[in-house]
């Protein structure tokens, strides 16, 4: 059991968990919770494929992960303000409730 | 492949008549085309145009003979034409031109000279009619188509103005065409010359494929010259004839057809309900005239390969027909009541006779024929009209009699004109033409039947015309109201016409030759020794022998007594059957009538039928098909395109409502699906990849 | 001499470690460390606190407190005894395992703050090479622990009192950033070592501190407005404002929790001072050359206290910001000049040595800080009040 | 593997849990914030220093506060009455089984294929943030534009789309 499968197996768990929760979850901001935190598990597994990987001074991974977690941010910022729109006017954050776009 | 330029610029004739010669025919016809844009009521200009026209081209028309006539005399003998390339079609090309010689310079002088008097004659005569700006027209029409006939170099010109004239003619005969009876004749006239032309298209067509040019004379090559004659007398027809006899026999078919001759002839009687200047002018003078001088024209063809004084295969037949014909219609003429109608059958017989003339004394002979009986037929045509117009349009000599006293001066022109017709001797024009006939006719080498046939046929003629004259100018007047002399201008061209039916004789009497010889160029010597030539004596005997048994019976029957209007012909008193069968035209009408219409008539119902079973038939079966196919078409379409799109529309529909359940709206369904296919993807990657 | 008296606590640490196996000592070496700065701070908090009631006092024309001790220097002492012994009131359903947290969570993280501060020539904790963006990750989160506070006290006032707090500690955060990158972007490095032996010279006597540098000035005088509003002191205090929020987020607490948030903000604030010291005072460095013979952590201390004086002094005088004028002059205001600052220590780099670069500097602050109070700062922006009220 | 490995898995993966089947909203938050943390401290294990310090700065510092506002904004803080987990949650769990499945089974049997010599971690790279600067202005310069890009689109986005409408826009 290398290091390195350790933190990737971490990454996996966190992945589904995120993956769980975002599937399962009614309140549209957990499901935003769990998105972020599927997000977080990649970088994860980035920063850990960098560090063991082969040529770590090529700072591929870690810098894919600074810019994977910016985008995350402005991701979670334009999601949350989403929600907050849908709320204001359809006064619920639950997602079944948000079918507007049924077929 | 060069393709050598036929030269194209017209070949000019020498001098500047024949160059401009065309304009006689022109004149008269631009003119018929100005009256024709006339208004109705503007009759003092038509008939001012058509007259000025004519006459500038009777002037014209004198130049040309003069310049003929120079030509003549100081020997060399004038024939210039004058041709342009119509049209082109490869190598070939057909050719038209004009041609002055001393039988056109003539003919021309006598249609322009005896048109203009009948110009005239008509302005008074047609006075009270409102269609008289037409009537002018369609004359000044017919001129310059005849006219455009006596001047053509090229059968094929000839052909078109020849048709030209079968149209002025049919148009003036039906002139009064309100009146059944005229636009029937008219009809008939047009109809049974088409018969004639029809064979005369034929000969042309040969002609052309034969000698590749239809000019008369054309330097050498014309097909009336000596190569192409030649040439086609080389040529073996059908039935033992040669190319030229057979070209010339179809062409005499289209002559006669014109000129009335035997199986043709029906035409010419009814074509009097026409006015009676026209009468004159087409049927007496020009038109009828128009198949002689075709014959005369095309004679070299005819006459092509006879030995020295014999005759050609065509020529006999002209003959025979020629001579059958002027007995035939004299026989006729004598049984007819109607004053034109005499006159119309008596002109057939003289076409018969010119024919005959040709046939066996050559052109100038039958010319001579031509030339004289135009002038005093149409001094005939013209004083019977006087006498209708006199009589208030009344046709039938039964109603008339005792002219004579009414109208001296048309009774005197009229004598004039009959004694001319009945050939009385010495005195006479009509007297040298018949009696040059009557002696070429006796010198006939074939058989001596046309010579009696004729005498016979001269015995009769001047038999009706007394008979006539006595009914119209003798007895008591047994019509309604009371006949009034006619006007000056009707009487005037009367009278020059009575002079010219005199005068004209001096020219081709045997001791002066003069139309012979200016015909053939050969010297007018002037001999009167021949007068004492016994044949000739023999011949003025016979003439006068023949004069004197036809006045003299003639006037035995009707000139005594004047017959009553209501009793039966002296004649007819005698032999009733003879005199219906006469009266009826020897049921030749009738015959065609069986024969030939029925033809017509059967052929046209079998084509009807045809037409109605056999092509209808088909038709209709095949619209029937497609009935059977279109709703055969309808039924399918509905029942198995329709139903079969229905059904799928089900279907698809069915379908969709299940995927749209799929679309519930919810993001966590559209993630969980996503998962899953993820994972179901995944598996199949690795399984596959391990494999 | 000098030398040791400079480093006799680095000396004193290495000496007490060199007792332990060799594994064991650089981890105990650092807990010695921690132990240090977990005494001293907590005591100049005290002093602080007893700085500032004498100084508002004396600035408001009156005693401070001098019933304890002669002349109320022992009131700490009374004040930590009083916040120790008395009751701890839980709000019934306020939400205790978060309430219990906030200031636990507070006072970590505050003191995590100091590892990076270098106290001392080489008296840093934890030498980390990106050593300043570490503060302000940790500075960030104290924002965090307000919030828990404010909502599981389950009290409105508290709630609306942690939500202005947070705005205001965000909208401030940038412009503390902001300025610091210019002295980073100068020096060329985020770790606070390299930063103090970067302005540790000193010529004709005078050191090399950025602060005497035209767009050093303007930096402090920005990192120092953000940190007062990053820290809810003074114009900044409006989460506190006693006159319409009672106490902020953290009126539902009362006893040693209460104590705990009241040392994490004092121990903030002077985290904050340090970080001014260093990036902008020069650290542990003299402020004259002659006076090299001081121990540098003397200076980092002194100039800690300085701070703290100038806090309390501003408490004392400027009235408190409406919270529209507060986000209007952090957003209109100091974010726009922290950046021009940014551009204006470029253009100081690269102009080289010379005075053209003095005036040219200089100059364009102070027209760009004309320019956006003209502009920024229009008068009806100070009008009277505009309600808004909830739907 | 070294302790301070499986401590840190440990707190990461708890507090995931927590954040994701907690029944309050503010604690999800909360314990998503614990699990940044933990990730941060991995990052650190990692050797990762700029990017553990980057993580703690915007996850927790910005993105965790966002999503409390967010929680706050939509009136979700009391617990909700209902279930938490919405309709046929067992789907959901049964595709992140799967999907975890998926991937561990990968790790392992890459781990498997992988040699071992490499078990002992290499040498650490000690990354400065020299030569993150470097690098961020040399060879991802153009990322790094774009992501500024981004930022300053999201940053107007999020305030357009959250904004309040003013009273004639409704």
């Known amino acids: 059991m290398n290091p390195l499968t350790g933190y990737l197996l971490v990454a996996a768990l966190l992945f589904s968990i995120g993956l769980a929760g975002a599937l399962t979850r009614r309140n549209a901001i957990l499901v935003l919770i769990g998105i972020e935190l599927m997000l977080n598990a990649a970088n994860l597994n980035l920063i850990a494929f960098w560090r063991y990987g082969p040529h770590p001074e090529a700072l591929t991974g870690m810098m894919f992960a600074i810019f994977s977690i910016a985008v995350a941010a402005a991701e979670a910022a334009v999601g949350l303000g989403l929600v907050i729109n849908i709320h204001r006017h359809a006064h619920t954050t639950n997602l079944d409730q948000m079918n507007r776009m049924k077929g | 492949m060069m393709q050598e330029s036929i030269s194209f610029t017209p070949q000019l004739a020498a001098s500047a008549i024949a160059r401009n010669l065309w304009l006689i025919p022109a004149v008269p016809i631009a003119a018929s085309g100005v009256i024709a844009v006339l208004k109705q009521p503007r009759r003092k200009t038509a008939s001012a145009l058509a007259i000025g026209a004519l006459s500038f081209s009777l002037l014209l028309a004198l130049i040309a003979f003069a310049h003929v006539l120079s ?29 002055l010689d001393p039988l056109s310079a003539i003919m021309l002088v006598m249609v322009t000279f005896v048109g203009l008097l009948i110009f005239i004659y008509s302005t008074g005569y047609m006075a009270h009619d409102e269609n008289y700006t037409r009537f002018f027209c369609f004359l000044s029409l017919f001129a310059g188509a005849m006219l455009g006939v006596v001047i053509a170099n090229s059968l094929l010109l000839l052909f078109m103005c020849w048709e030209l004239v079968g149209l002025t003619s049919y148009l003036l005969i039906g002139f009064w065409y309100f009146k059944p009876a005229a636009a029937a004749a008219a009809k008939k006239a047009f109809l049974t010359t088409r018969v004639g032309d029809v064979f005369f298209l034929l000969g042309i067509v040969w002609l052309f494929a034969q000698t590749g040019t239809l000019l008369f004379y054309n330097s050498g090559t014309g097909s009336m010259e000596q190569a192409a004659l030649t040439g086609l007398l080389a040529q073996p027809a059908a039935w033992g004839f040669t190319a030229a006899s057979a070209i010339g026999l179809l062409i005499f078919a289209g ?62 037949v002209v003959t025979w027909v020629g001579a059958f014909t002027a007995l035939f219609a004299a026989c006729i003429a004598v049984a007819q009541n109607d004053i034109k109608r005499i006159l119309a059958y008596s002109t057939v017989s003289q076409l018969g006779y010119m024919m005959a003339g040709l046939g066996m004394g050559g052109v100038a002979v039958g010319m001579f024929h031509l030339i004289t009986h135009a002038f005093f037929k149409a001094l005939l045509f013209m004083g019977a009209g006087s006498v209708i117009h006199g009589c208030h349009e009344e046709q039938d000599i039964r109603n008339m009699g005792g002219l004579k006293k009414y109208m ?252 749209a359940r799929i679309q519930s709206g919810r993001v966590q369904t559209y993630l969980r699906l996503l998962a899953l296919a993820v994972v179901v993807l995944a598996i199949l990657l690795f399984w596959s990849g391990r494999a | 001499m000098i030398e040791k008296a400079d ?114 020539r080489n008296m840093t904790l934890v030498n980390l090479d990106a050593g300043i963006l570490f503060f302000f990750a940790i500075g960030a989160s104290t924002e965090l622990s307000v919030f828990m506070a404010g909502w599981s006290s389950r009290n409105k006032y508290s709630l609306l009192g942690a939500m202005r707090a947070v705005a205001q500690m965000i909208s401030y955060e940038v412009p503390l950033l902001m300025s610091s990158l210019a002295v980073i972007m100068m020096t060329g490095s985020l770790s606070p070592n390299r930063i103090v032996d970067a302005q540790n010279q000193y010529t004709f006597g005078l050191p090399h501190w950025y602060v005497f540098t035209p767009w050093g000035l303007a930096g402090f005088i920005l990192f120092a407005v953000a940190g007062t509003a990053e820290t809810n002191r003074s114009p900044f205090d409006l989460p506190e404002g006693e006159s319409e929020l009672v106490a902020g987020y953290f009126t539902e607490y009362s006893g040693f929790k209460f104590a705990l948030f009241f040392l994490g903000e004092y121990v903030g604030m002077m985290g904050i001072a340090g970080l001014g010291a260093t990036l ?66 470029a253009l100081w780099r690269f102009m080289g040595p010379g005075l053209l670069r003095w005036f040219v500097c200089s100059a364009i602050l102070l027209v760009a800080y004309v320019a956006l109070a003209r502009i920024g700062m229009t008068r009806e922006k100070f009008g009277p009040r505009s309600y808004r009220y909830a739907e | 593997m070294s302790l301070v490995f499986y401590i840190l898995a440990a707190l990461t ?158």
């Open chain 2, 255 to 316: 002559a006669a057809g014109k000129s009335g001759q035997f199986p043709l002839h029906v035409w010419l009687p009814d074509a009097m309900e026409g006015p009676t200047p026209v009468s004159a002018l087409i049927h007496a003078a020009t038109m009828v005239a128009a198949g002689v001088y075709l014959i005369a024209r095309v004679y070299p063809l005819m006459q092509a390969g006879a030995l020295t004084g014999g005759t050609t295969t065509a020529l006999t």
């Open chain 3, 7 to 120: 480093q006799i606590f680095v000396l004193l640490g290495h000496w007490l470690v060199s007792f332990l196996p060799v594994w064991l000592q650089q981890p105990v070496l650092v807990l010695l460390g921690v132990v240090c700065i977990i005494v001293t701070f907590p005591a100049l908090f005290a002093i602080t606190v007893l700085l500032e009631r004498k100084g508002l006092g004396r600035m408001q024309n009156r005693y401070g407190p001098n019933r304890v001790g002669p002349y109320g220097i022992f009131q700490p002492v009374a004040d930590g005894i009083k916040s120790l012994t008395k009751e701890d009131i839980v709000p019934l359903n306020a939400d205790a395992v978060v309430h219990f947290l906030a200031p636990v969570f507070l006072v970590v993280v505050v003191f995590m703050g100091y590892a990076i501060l270098p106290i001392g």
């Open chain 4, 13 to 170: 993966v708890a507090g995931a849990l927590a954040a994701v089947l907690l029944k309050n909203t503010v604690h999800c938050a909360l314990a998503l914030t614990a699990a940044f943390a933990g990730l941060a401290l991995l990052f650190l294990s990692l050797d990762a220093q700029f990017a553990g310090f980057a993580q703690i700065l915007v996850y927790i510092g910005a993105v965790a506060i966002l999503v409390v506002f967010a929680i706050l904004l939509t009136r979700d803080s009391e617990t909700p009455k209902d279930t938490v987990y919405g309709p046929r949650p067992l789907i959901g769990l049964v595709a992140a089984a799967g999907i975890f499945a998926v991937l561990g089974w990968a790790v392992l049997r890459s781990a498997a294929a992988l040699p071992h010599e490499n078990a002992s971690p290499a040498a650490a790279p000690n990354v400065t943030v020299m030569d993150i600067g470097n690098a961020l202005m040399g060879r991802y310069v153009l990322p790094l534009e774009i992501v500024a890009l981004l930022l300053t689109a999201a940053l107007i986005g999020a305030v357009i789309v959250a904004m309040h409408e003013k009273e004639g826009a409704r």
């Open chain 2, 71 to 99: 030509g003549w005399a100081n020997g060399q003998a004038v024939r210039e034409t004058a041709s342009f390339t119509w049209f082109q079609t490869g190598a070939s090309h057909v050719d038209l031109g004009w041609v």
């Open chain 2, 408 to 659: 001296p001066l048309t009774f005197a022109t009229y004598s004039i004109g009959m004694l001319a017709l009945c050939g009385v001797p010495i005195l006479f024009s009509g007297f040298w033409s018949k009696d040059a006939i009557l002696e070429s006719a006796h010198g006939w080498p074939l058989s001596h039947a046309p010579y009696y046939m004729l005498v016979f046929g001269a015995i009769l003629t001047a038999f009706y015309m007394t008979r006539q004259v006595s009914y119209v100018f003798f007895g008591a007047y047994r019509g309604h109201g009371h006949p009034h002399e006619s006007p000056r201008s009707m009487t005037t061209p009367l009278a020059i016409l009575a002079f010219f039916a005199i005068a004209l004789g001096a020219l081709g009497t045997p001791a002066w030759p003069w139309f012979r010889a200016f015909l053939e160029n050969g010297a007018a010597v002037v001999d009167f020794h021949a007068f004492a030539e016994p044949a000739w004596l023999m011949l003025l005997l016979t003439s006068c022998v023949i004069v004197t048994i036809g006045i003299g019976l003639g006037w035995m029957l009707y000139g005594s007594k004047s017959p009553a209007a209501d009793q039966p012909d002296v004649i007819e008193r005698a032999a009733p059957p003879l005199w219906a069968a006469l009266r009826d035209r020897l049921y030749i009408d009738e015959f065609y009538g069986v024969t030939v219409i029925a033809f017509y008539s059967w052929w046209a119902r079998v084509a009807d039928w045809l037409d109605r079973r056999v092509w209808g038939g088909i038709v209709s079966l095949v619209a029937f098909v497609f009935g059977l196919w279109a709703t055969l078409n309808r039924f399918l379409d509905t029942n198995v395109v329709d139903g079969a799109f229905d059904k799928s529309c089900e279907e698809i529909s069915t379908s969709g409502g299940l995927l």
């Open chain 3, 280 to 345: 902008f005072l020069g650290g542990y460095s003299a402020p004259l050359e002659v006076l090299g013979f001081v121990p540098s952590w003397f200076w980092f201390i002194a100039k800690v206290m300085v701070a703290m004086c100038f806090f309390i002094w501003v408490r004392g005088t400027l009235p408190r910001l409406r919270q529209d004028q507060l986000m209007n002059f952090a957003w209109k205001f100091v974010l726009p000049l922290t950046l021009l600052n940014l551009f204006d220590a």
